[in-house]
């Protein structure tokens, strides 16, 4: 009986060490999980990956930024849309003096008979351009949601910083529309 007895407070002792690290490994990976977040922006944000995590600027800073007038960026604009939708802007560029505050608007459209749920994404060009394009106002920070045969037409208000370096004269911002949780097709068989 005693035998039995120590293997029994044997069983309970690993039993409680095995709960113990399960425990301590669950919480490790829960913790990693939300560590992942904060890594993630500033991976991208170091990398220039990820545009959506851009600290831009706020309207009153940008209005008080300094005009240089003694040179002229051109700002080439793109559109692409990935699912139903017709994505342009309305003027495919503009020459602008940094530190100018400027609005350009883009224009989507639903097709489709169905209301659908899109977000667009920037990227630019040169990568160097990046850091000194700064979006004020931008339809890129929310979900767009368009009822059939809708149109938006949708701003996005910048600012070209004045120390962006002196051989870069033209920057293309552009835009894809992506449909978020499209329809999945049915199989036939």
Known sequence: MSTQQENSHIDRSFNRSMLVKLFVAASMMFGFGFALVPMYKAICQITGINNLVQKDVGEREAKNTHVDMSRSISVEFDANARGPLEFRPEKSNLDIHPGEVMTVMYQVTNDQARTVKAQAIPSYAPKQATEYFKKIECF???????????TKRMPVVFVVDTKLPKDIKTITLSYTFFELDAPKSVAKG
Do not use: K, V
């Open 140 to 150: 890129c920070f929310t979900q767009q949601t368009l009822l059939p045969g809708e």
